[in-house]
């Protein structure tokens, strides 16, 4: 049974860091696409960084500088270091592992930030 389980949300001020993971059970995370993806209210889930198993890395615009993904291979995690956190980069994060024939996604972690 594949599982990814996200930790590491909460609250952080406006310019603040939140470093979120993501602990998959049942996959290899280094044979996936590794992604991290964001819903924010009244916004479509869109993806905010990805990591190929070359070790390819794609992020969204938005947080071009700001958000760094990486992977631990010895502890088949991934995580999304965000820095400089903006009221726009609230929302609930999901972890997602995908290939051509496999696409699973864990239950989310929030992200709020404010003053």
């Known amino acids: 049974q594949v599982r990814l389980v996200e930790s590491g949300g909460g609250l952080a001020q406006p310019g603040g860091s939140l470093r979120l993971s993501c602990a998959a059970s049942g996959i290899i995370v280094s044979i996936y696409a590794m992604n991290w993806y964001r819903q924010s209210p009244g916004k479509q889930r869109e993806l905010v960084a990805g990591l190929h198993p070359s070790g390819n890395i794609h992020y969204a615009d938005s947080v071009k500088g700001r958000f760094t993904i990486s992977r631990d291979d010895n502890k088949n995690m991934v995580y999304l270091q965000m820095s400089g956190l903006k009221p726009e980069d609230m929302g609930k994060y999901y972890c997602?592992?995908?290939?051509?024939?496999?696409?699973?996604w864990g239950q989310g972690t929030q992200v709020t930030v404010s003053s």
């Open positions: 997602n592992a995908w290939t051509s024939r496999e696409d699973y």
